[in-house]
T-cell receptor, first 112, second 118 residues
Framework: AQSVTQPDIHITVSEGASLELRCNYS??????LFWYVQSPGQGLQLLLK??????LVQGIKGFEAEFKRSQSSFNLRKPSVHWSDAAEYFCAVGPGTYKYIFGTGTRLKVLA | DAGVIQSPRHEVTEMGQEVTLRCKPISGHDYLFWYRQTMMRGLELLIYFNNNVPIDDSGMPEDRFSAKMPNASFSTLKIQPSEPRDSAVYFC????????????????FGEGSRLTVL
């Protein structure tokens, strides 16, 4: 069965520090993988996606993610966090049988 | 493109009332999804459509919930009668997977409809 695990519910980092958000997935084939960001009161916005090719993908707002098949992981990284990055981040896998599975989210807090 | 448009953005109603949430997907997209987001359960897929046809409604919590897609540019999610436990943010999302111009599979979300049932 498809599943996505985001082991960190909350993460707090200082502004300017590096960030890594973890995502592990279970999937029967090569997945399409996504990271979305949700600001309070807003919908989900796509940060980046992986579906084939280079396993290091670049996204918007300076984010990147690396697909590691051997570890079934797709961790999100940013070298220097800005206060505006405070939000909730969701990892997702799909579209297996045209369903998308989302992780439970990681809420990021940024300290000034 | 205007993106996925949902209405209303906020709805406050009393228990027992009928609630109708609306969604206009991105033009040309052939898949439409309804999700519910709560603190306790996160993002739950309720139902999805392909070319206006419901494909999987196994996530619809009970018979009080129904969804329709009468044409490619409009979908509704109806709750009748509503209950306080239905309070949540309901998202509509669309994508193009098998149409004339398939994208790379990402979902495009609306801004959501926040429902409060008193």
């Amino acid at each position: 069965a498809q599943s996505v695990t985001q082991p960190d519910i909350h993460i707090t980092v200082s502004e300017g520090a590096s960030l890594e958000l973890r995502c592990n997935y279970s999937y029967g084939a090569t997945p399409y993988l996504f990271w979305y960001v949700q600001s309070p009161g807003q919908g989900l916005q796509l940060l980046l996606k992986y579906f084939s090719g280079d396993t290091l993908v670049q996204g918007i707002k300076g984010f990147e993610a690396e697909f590691k098949r051997s570890q079934s992981s797709f961790n999100l990284r940013k070298p220097s966090v800005h206060w505006s990055d405070a939000a909730e981040y969701f990892c997702a896998v799909g579209p297996g049988t045209y369903k998308y599975i989302f992780g439970t989210g990681t809420r990021l807090k940024v300290l000034a | 493109d205007a993106g996925v448009i949902q209405s209303p953005r906020h709805e406050v109603t009393e228990m027992g009332q009928e609630v109708t949430l609306r969604c206009k997907p991105i033009s040309g997209h052939d898949y439409l999804f309804w999700y519910r987001q709560t603190m306790m359960r996160g993002l739950e897929l309720l139902i999805y459509f392909n070319n206006n046809v419901p494909i999987d409604d196994s996530g619809m919590p009970e018979d009080r919930f129904s969804a329709k897609m009468p044409n490619a540019s409009f979908s509704t999610l109806k709750i009748q009668p509503s209950e306080p436990r239905d309070s949540a943010v309901y998202f509509c999302a669309s994508t193009s997977l098998t149409g004339e111009y398939p994208n790379t599979g990402e979902l495009f979300f609306g801004e959501g409809s926040r429902l409060t049932v008193l």
